[in-house]
């Protein structure tokens, strides 16, 4: 019994949220972080964004998070999706940019969940080694 129940929470905790929960959710962290002031026009899942975990074309206001995302926890999504959203407001990786981010509790701890994962990608995959 309890081992199905951890099994149906890891299964809760991988759900995948649909794009209007996405939508729904950046509208959320729009107007907890920067006062409502970032509205996306669309939010959505793509499958063809393999080099960078999300992007924004401002002028079609538009976001786009990679589906590597999935999976990972949502403070990592939050921040990637926050990310985008100032991009909304401030183009390219500023010092601006950086000090709307700052109001994100999450921001270094996100990055650097991030980029445990490229690092992890680059490692050569060994045998398992089993201790002896
Ligand atoms: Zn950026």
Redesign the pocket.
Known sequence: MSVMLDKLAAQESKRVLGDDELAERAERLSAQYFDGRARPNSVRWVTNQNTRW???TPSEGSIRLSHRLQGMPEYVVDYVLL??L??LLVP??GPR?WRLLEAYPRTERARGYLEGVVAADRLPHLPDARGD
């Open positions: 999300g992007s924004c990310h985008e100032a991009h390219g990786h940019f």
